[in-house]
Structure formats: C-alpha cells, structure tokens
C-alpha cells in the first residue's frame, strides 16, 4: 500500500520518534510533522535537524488535525499522554505507539478514553544506548524487524495504515500477539538489559570490597557485555515493570542457569561446564551467521 | 631495560601468543621465534604470517636453546607443557605465561620440576573472541594492561626480563599479588563471560519452549552482551574451574543482585528499581570515559 500522510504527530521526538520521521520523510511518506515532547531543547534540536517541521508542547492541539498519531515516549507517559489527546483526536485518525512492551500499551489504551480500535500496537526492534532526538537517524528501521500485536477489535484500515508506514521507513513487519511479543522479548530484550545492570552492580560493589578498583581491569569483553547498561534507567524501569509477569519468569531461568553452572564449577564437573559452554557458543554463532550481521 | 631475545619459543601460537610475537618482531625485540603447538595448520598459518621463524611439535627440542618461553596455551594445558620441557630448559631461562588465573599458573609451576624461581606469572588484559594464528596482529596489546604476579621467590632478573618484553609489547604494566589478580578478574571478566554463556542458554532454553524462535527478534543489545559468548568454550572451563573459589564469590554476588532486582520488579518497587538502574548507568558511563574507549 502507497501511504502518504499528510499530518504526523510524534509524541516524543527522540532516538525512536525522531528516526521514524527522518525515515517516512526521506521516502516521501508524510507532507508534514509535528513533534510534541516536554523538553523545547530537544525539539529545537529535532526541528534545526529538519526531523519536525514544527513543534509543539500541546498534545490536544497538535493531534486536533492529525491522520497519524505516533506514542514514541516511555511506557510511564502512555496514560497521561492518551488522556491529553482524547478529546481532540479527529474522526478516522490513526493512533499506533513504538513501546518496548505490548499487553500494557494496550491495557493503557483500553484504561484512556482514545478509541481501542483505531490503536495498532508496534514495536520496532532497532535501538541504541543512546537517545535524544540529536541521535535520530533515517536508518534506524532499515531492514530491523517491526512486530505488531493487533488482535480482533483492531480496525482493518488502520492496521494496513499502520503497516504501510513502518514499510516505509524501511521495517520488516511481523505479526503476533501482545502475549507472545511479551514473552519472546521478555527473553531476548529485557532480561539481558536487566543483567547487564545487574552485572555492572556486581563489580560495582566488588570494588568497594577490594583494594584495587576492578573496573582498571575491564577489557573490550566488559564493554561490550555492559552496553546496554547505558541505556536511560527511566525507560528500562518502565519496561521492567510493564512486563513483569514475562520478565520475573525469565530473571528466574537466567537464575536457575547460573546456578546450574555454579553447581558444576564447584563439583568441578568439567563435561557439564563444557557442555553449557559449547551449547552457549553454538546457539550464539548460529543466530549470529543467520540474523547478526558484523560480529 | 632494552631487551633483545635471542631465541623466544612460543608454546601456543594462538591469538596471545601470536601477537606477542608480532609485537616483539614489529619493535625489533627478538631475534628468533619458534612456535609449538599441537596443530600443523596453525603452525602454518603462523610461519606463514611471518609470526614465526620455524615450527615445532616437540617441545623439550624447541626449548632447548630459548632465553625466553611463554606459555600461551589453555590453562588446562600447563601440567603437561610444563612436564614435557622440565629436562631441557637451559640454564638462565625465563618461563612466563599468559594466563587468566595466577594462583592456578603458579600452582601448576610449583607441581612441576620447571624451577618456580625462573617462572614470572604474567596476565595481559587484552583479547578477541576470536582465536587462532590467523587472528593475532601486533596491536593488540598496545597501551592494555599486562598485569604480572611475581612473589618473594621470583628471581628479580627474570622478572625484569618479563617486564620489559611486555614494555616493548606495547603494553602497560601492573603488579599485584595472584589472588587479588584473581579476585579482580572474577568479577570483571569470568563472571561475564559465563553470565554470557548462561544468558544465551536461558534465551535457547525459551526459544524451545515457546512458539516463537526468540533469536529471531535479537538486536544490537543480544549481540553485543552476548559477543563473548562466542569465545573458546575450552579455555573458559579452563579458567571458571581453575579460578574456581573467586569466582563463586561473584557469580553468588550477581545472584544476589538478580535477587534485588526480582524482587523490586515483583514488588512493583519503582524507586529501588530506578536507583539501581541509575547506578549502574553512572558507573558504567564512568568507566567508559576513563578506561572504555569507544563506545
């Protein structure tokens, strides 16, 4: 479907909110943006890096003439965010999010007064630590995964509306359900992000208890292993509790991992560890020759 | 101390190993190298690479005319090299090693009849996930820690030998006793290596239990906290079974963690949440703009 909107409202122009715009306006998919956001520096950037065409920190306002709306501000907004814009929302608007957890943008709509139907629930896989509309680019989406989570009560139109504009900016669309999105990223997502901040406090705490400061000790393994772990602590406290259920099963088979591995490090069972490892390492070449690019 | 060796015999001519040599060969430190290892592929890829002068798979020969040896084979691997050149080392010899684990390297020394006195434990900081001769290349150890473990019975000479191989390596030195070597690299580098390696389980084990391949949606953030997951699942049995004691220490300090954070996420406690999010952001970013580099 050829899509070309004529008024998107970005709630949150940063790293995801600013991307998607770059991305629709580089394949000629929107005639004119708006970004809403509460910080004006911010949006000053977005609107100096040609990302916005205008700015606005009034949501009712912004979206009163809008045929797509984009939630692209962290899960603890989603209410009060849903709340300023139900009364102006024009007839036939389209209203989609970019949240890193599905069941509770939904819960958040069906809780607001913004028509459930015309919500279509997504969430582009692509990201770095960084954020900020000063870190948006056109290239983000290209080629990463985009999954929507629509189930019986969401409108046909908006869907494909929806669709058309993440083929746009360059995603590869998947459907499922909130359920399953929830989970999958659960394991692949949340967990490693908790763990790398788990990870970093670990050490952390191991220099307050030693002589020497381990962190003079930490190579190109520690860096890439804590990455994520600068990422903005607001938003993976947001998703951490929005997925709660998924993530706690998940930080408990990370757990009963680790302590399989303790057990076999203190009995000294050389073939279990080695086994552990191998699988490991296996698994990880393998996603990485089929879906990794670069090592 | 300018050092010029005149025969250095490398006993694994991996990724360490090689690039040692390319080192030495590149700041005109040594005369000769010869490379011992069990793989006549490797051997070759190194003479080929100008690693090495010549090849050997016999090493109480290759040694026999050496003023420097380094070990730089898996851990697990030591008891035997060292058993196999105890009868033919020269007088005046230096015997050093790359190893993750000191307490482990000198214990495998003092059970040997190689002479403790003449062997100077070294650790530099520095590696790939990649392995092999093909991997080794003359920066890599350049202005990265090598960290050395002498005690009260190492002979001053060697170590001054040692010291000065790895300065003109390119490398920086430090030295500290073995177990607080130990100590400060179970917790910066073997426990994310397996907390790697259990993290890449955990998502395989979901992956078998779900509808949904959960490699699949894996982006930037799995690859990164996961790269070491791909190291030698040998050398890092190697190393969580002969750093055993240190790092159970920190993989039940990480446990913990985990257990803070499973519990603030279960208690919906948003505060705690947030606090340890937060500081694990500030630490990491710390270490990153003292030590980290890049990104």
């Known amino acids: 479907m050829e899509l070309r909107l004529k008024h ?4 949150g122009t940063g790293l995801i909110g600013g991307s998607l715009a770059l991305a629709l306006r580089k394949a000629d998919a929107v005639k004119r943006v708006t970004g809403v956001g509460r910080s004006a520096a911010n949006l000053e950037t977005a609107r100096k890096r040609g990302i916005i065409d205008a700015s606005s920190q009034d949501i009712a306002d912004a ?3 809008a045929d797509m709306v984009v939630l692209a501000v962290p899960m603890g907004a989603y ?3 849903l709340e300023a814009m139900a009364d102006t929302l024009p007839e036939g608007v389209v209203v989609t999010d970019a949240g890193s957890t599905k069941c509770s943008a939904i819960a958040a709509v069906k809780a607001s007064r ?5 919500f279509v629930p997504a969430h582009p896989i692509a990201g770095t630590e960084a954020s900020g509309a000063e870190a948006a680019f056109a290239e983000l989406f290209q080629d990463r995964l985009c999954i929507l989570t629509p189930d019986d009560e969401t409108d046909r139109g908006a869907l494909a509306r929806v669709e058309a504009m993440w083929q746009q900016a360059g995603a590869q669309l998947m459907q499922m359900s909130a359920v399953e999105h929830d989970e999958v990223l659960a394991a ?5 992000h908790l763990a790398a901040f788990a990870l970093v406090n670990t050490v952390r705490h191991a220099g307050e208890a030693g002589r020497h400061d381990p962190f003079c000790f930490a190579a190109g393994g520690f860096r890439d292993f804590t990455r994520i772990a600068s990422s903005s ?3 993976w406290r ?4 929005n997925n709660r259920h998924a ?3 998940q930080i408990r088979a990370f757990q009963a991992e680790l302590s399989r591995l303790e057990a076999a490090i203190a009995g000294s069972d050389s073939e279990q560890l080695l086994a552990e490892f191998k699988a490991a390492k296996a698994a990880r070449d393998a996603w990485l020759a089929e879906y990794g690019g670069d090592a």
């Open 8 to 11: 998107l409202v970005i709630i």
């Open 238 to 241: 947001d998703i951490a509790l």
């Open 188 to 192: 692949v997502s949340h967990l490693p």
């Open 114 to 118: 913004v028509d459930e139907h015309r």
């Open 79 to 81: 209410a009060g965010v």
């Open 63 to 65: 979206v009163s003439d």
């Open 233 to 235: 602590p607001e938003m």
């Open 247 to 249: 993530l706690l099963d």
